[in-house]
């Protein structure tokens, strides 16, 4: 596939009373077209402004930016060259945006808040007219077209916003924390509408999000963002599988059901209580290896058991992954080999405790 958003070397530092913010550092990403690209972090991480600059709502200071194959910025000799106005319109037309507040003029109808962007295009009222009730159809709105925004919930208004957004027929859509004013219900069909968009007209889309549960919804990759740098990024299986940086095992942990554990722990439950010592230990087996009957085997093997605390097997971008918290018991000796054994199997341990006993 061919790369549709190109960014290299990329920084933006905002200049205030109260001192310098160095909002984006150094950021390179390629995405490629098709993809659904999601950017997580926390507050202040430098997502909106990163974003921003890929339709030059925010102009960086320094670095290149290509879209669809249309240098936006690019460096020449140390300095930042800037695409010319009337190519910068153009391409903006390319790039559609969705925002948490959705954007929308609250004095006029659904119909001409979707029409509003096609009036620029030189298309007459009948073409205008036609396109719009296309639009509402693609969005599953079209019993709302003579709504204000004010008579509709949060979820229709963003299907508005997002018709309008794709009018012009963008190769990309971006999308910052578009979901993040919705309860769980619009945002899960709003999610669902992002990727049948994606689907059916091979959109590129950039989504900005700080939950990871999003991102494990929708996106094919993801880019980690920590004080204005991309400190991870990578296939959303391999990120959720095999996360290295400890603000990424954040983000993923609280997307997952074994977060209980650290409670657990703290607690002193006696669910992780063993008898005569023993470790507590997260499992994680990826598709290669999950269905195995690796554990009852090992436990045959080595004569140590394994008792399981929390566990759970999800299917992610089509694949199966599975992590179990245990404790294991046994000979120290028989543990021991019992651990060399599931990492020769590629099954990833992680000790949480060392001889928890009662
Ligand atoms: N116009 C501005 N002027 C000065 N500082 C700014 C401006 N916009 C953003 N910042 C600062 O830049 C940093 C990055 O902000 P940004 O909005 O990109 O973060 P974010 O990751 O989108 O956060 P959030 O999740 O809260 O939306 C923050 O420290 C913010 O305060
Ligand atoms: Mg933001």
């Not at 530092?13 to 098709?34: F, P």
């Not at 229709?156 to 990309?172: E, G, H, M, T, W």
């Not at 997952?256 to 992780?272: A, N």
Request: hydrophobic share 40%; with cysteine; aromatic share 6%.
């Amino acid at each position: 596939m061919n790369s549709m958003i190109e960014i290299q070397h990329l920084n933006k530092t905002y200049h205030s009373k109260s001192g310098d913010v160095d909002a984006v550092h150094d950021v390179n990403l390629t995405i490629r077209e098709g993809d659904i690209y999601g950017i997580i972090g926390y507050s202040g991480a430098g997502k909106s402004s990163l974003i921003r600059c890929i339709n030059l709502l925010e102009l960086p200071d320094s670095g290149s930016i290509t879209v669809g194959g249309e240098k936006l910025t690019w460096m020449e000799n140390d300095t930042m060259k800037v695409i010319k106005n009337k190519d910068l319109n153009r391409v903006r037309r390319g790039i559609g945006m969705i925002f948490q507040h959705f954007n929308l003029l609250d004095r006029s109808t659904v119909f001409e808040n979707i029409a509003y962007p096609l009036k620029h295009i030189g298309m007459n009222k009948e073409q205008i007219y036609d396109r719009v009730i296309e639009l509402l159809e693609l969005v599953d709105l079209s019993d709302k077209i003579d709504a204000y925004p004010s008579q509709l919930s949060g979820g229709q208004k963003q299907r508005v916003a997002i018709a309008r957004a794709l009018a012009n027929n963008p190769k990309v859509l971006l999308s910052d924390e578009a979901t993040s004013a919705l309860d769980p219900d619009a945002t899960e069909s709003i999610l669902g509408l992002l990727k049948s968009l994606n689907k059916k007209l091979g959109i590129t889309i950039v989504l900005i999000t700080h939950e990871m549960a999003v991102i494990k919804a929708v996106c094919h990759k993801v880019a980690v963002m920590e004080h204005g740098e991309v400190v991870e990024e990578g296939k959303v299986y391999d990120i959720f599988a095999n996360p290295q940086k400890d603000i990424t095992k954040k983000f993923i942990i609280s997307a997952s059901p074994l977060k209980k554990i650290h409670s657990l722990v703290r607690k002193d439950s006696p669910f992780i209580q063993t008898k005569d010592g023993g470790l507590l230990v997260k499992l994680i087996f990826e598709h290669t290896v999950v269905g195995d009957a690796i554990i009852s085997d090992i436990s045959r093997r080595f004569n140590v058991d394994f008792n399981i605390v929390l566990a759970n097997v999800e299917i992610l971008k089509g694949e199966q992954l599975g992590s179990m918290i245990t404790v294991l018991t046994g000979k120290e000796n028989d543990i021991a080999s019992a651990m060399s054994y599931l990492k020769e199997k590629n099954v990833r341990t992680e000790v949480i405790e060392h001889g928890r006993a009662s």
